[in-house]
Protein backbone atom coordinates (compact mmCIF):
# COMPACT_ATOMS: atom_id res chain seq x y z
CA UNK A 1 0.00 0.00 0.00
CA UNK A 2 1.36 3.34 -1.17
CA UNK A 3 0.11 6.54 0.57
CA UNK A 4 0.62 9.29 -2.10
CA UNK A 5 1.50 12.84 -1.19
CA UNK A 6 0.35 14.91 -4.02
CA UNK A 7 -3.24 15.61 -4.23
CA UNK A 8 -3.39 15.72 -7.67
CA UNK A 9 -1.35 12.58 -8.43
CA UNK A 10 -3.68 10.96 -6.05
CA UNK A 11 -6.63 11.83 -8.15
CA UNK A 12 -5.16 11.23 -11.73
CA UNK A 13 -3.98 7.62 -10.44
CA UNK A 14 -7.23 7.00 -9.23
CA UNK A 15 -9.05 7.86 -12.15
CA UNK A 16 -6.81 5.64 -14.20
CA UNK A 17 -7.46 2.62 -11.83
CA UNK A 18 -10.96 3.42 -12.54
CA UNK A 19 -10.89 3.54 -15.81
CA UNK A 20 -8.95 0.49 -16.36
CA UNK A 21 -10.89 -2.01 -14.14
CA UNK A 22 -14.41 -0.05 -13.29
CA UNK A 23 -16.14 -3.90 -12.07
CA UNK A 24 -12.99 -4.21 -9.79
CA UNK A 25 -12.70 -0.86 -8.19
CA UNK A 26 -13.50 0.52 -4.73
CA UNK A 27 -13.45 3.71 -3.22
CA UNK A 28 -13.04 3.02 0.72
CA UNK A 29 -13.43 6.67 3.17
CA UNK A 30 -12.37 6.11 6.75
CA UNK A 31 -12.20 9.04 9.02
CA UNK A 32 -10.92 8.55 12.67
CA UNK A 33 -12.58 11.36 14.65
CA UNK A 34 -10.15 11.11 17.79
CA UNK A 35 -7.35 11.55 15.35
CA UNK A 36 -8.95 13.97 12.86
CA UNK A 37 -7.55 11.80 10.45
CA UNK A 38 -9.12 10.84 7.00
CA UNK A 39 -7.96 8.31 4.69
CA UNK A 40 -9.01 7.70 1.76
CA UNK A 41 -8.36 4.07 -0.39
CA UNK A 42 -8.68 2.90 -3.98
CA UNK A 43 -8.01 -0.51 -4.81
CA UNK A 44 -8.49 -2.97 -7.47
CA UNK A 45 -7.19 -5.77 -5.59
CA UNK A 46 -3.74 -5.58 -7.50
CA UNK A 47 -2.92 -2.50 -6.84
CA UNK A 48 -3.68 0.23 -3.67
CA UNK A 49 -3.71 3.32 -3.81
CA UNK A 50 -4.04 5.84 -0.29
CA UNK A 51 -4.07 8.71 0.37
CA UNK A 52 -3.65 10.16 4.32
CA UNK A 53 -4.66 13.44 5.59
CA UNK A 54 -5.78 15.42 8.86
CA UNK A 55 -6.05 19.07 7.36
CA UNK A 56 -9.93 20.13 7.37
CA UNK A 57 -9.92 21.84 3.96
CA UNK A 58 -9.36 18.80 2.66
CA UNK A 59 -13.04 17.57 3.05
CA UNK A 60 -13.81 19.57 0.00
CA UNK A 61 -10.91 17.39 -1.95
CA UNK A 62 -13.12 14.74 -0.89
CA UNK A 63 -16.19 15.60 -1.98
CA UNK A 64 -14.94 16.25 -5.93
CA UNK A 65 -13.35 13.06 -5.30
CA UNK A 66 -16.47 11.71 -4.95
CA UNK A 67 -18.07 13.79 -7.99
CA UNK A 68 -15.68 12.18 -10.25
CA UNK A 69 -16.32 8.99 -8.43
CA UNK A 70 -19.98 9.43 -9.27
CA UNK A 71 -20.07 10.62 -12.59
CA UNK A 72 -17.70 7.85 -13.63
CA UNK A 73 -19.83 5.16 -12.12
CA UNK A 74 -23.09 6.52 -13.53
CA UNK A 75 -21.89 7.85 -16.92
CA UNK A 76 -19.25 5.33 -17.73
CA UNK A 77 -15.42 4.84 -17.25
CA UNK A 78 -14.90 6.39 -20.61
CA UNK A 79 -16.55 9.88 -19.62
CA UNK A 80 -15.38 13.23 -19.89
CA UNK A 81 -14.55 14.54 -16.21
CA UNK A 82 -13.63 17.51 -16.78
CA UNK A 83 -16.54 19.44 -15.76
CA UNK A 84 -16.54 17.73 -12.49
CA UNK A 85 -12.70 18.47 -12.00
CA UNK A 86 -13.34 22.32 -13.01
CA UNK A 87 -9.63 22.18 -14.92
CA UNK A 88 -11.28 23.67 -18.48
CA UNK A 89 -13.05 26.76 -17.32
CA UNK A 90 -13.91 28.98 -20.12
CA UNK A 91 -14.35 32.81 -18.48
CA UNK A 92 -17.27 33.92 -18.12
CA UNK A 93 -18.81 37.47 -18.90
CA UNK A 94 -18.81 39.86 -16.08
CA UNK A 95 -22.14 39.76 -14.61
CA UNK A 96 -23.89 43.78 -14.07
CA UNK A 97 -25.36 44.61 -10.98
CA UNK A 98 -28.86 45.73 -10.13
CA UNK A 99 -27.92 49.47 -10.20
CA UNK A 100 -29.61 52.43 -11.57
CA UNK A 101 -29.39 52.42 -15.81
CA UNK A 102 -27.26 55.23 -17.15
Known amino acids: MVYIVPWDDFVERCVQLFRAS ?3 TRYVMKY ?4 GKL ?3 VTD ?5 KFKTDQAQD ?3 MEKLNNIFFTLMARGPETDITEVTG ?3 TA ?3 KRGRGRKQ
Request: hydrophobic share 20%; glycine share 0%.
Open 45 to 49: DKECL
Open 92 to 94: QPA
Open 59 to 61: AKK
Open 39 to 41: VLK
Open 87 to 89: KEQ
Open 32 to 35: RHSD
Open 22 to 24: PQN
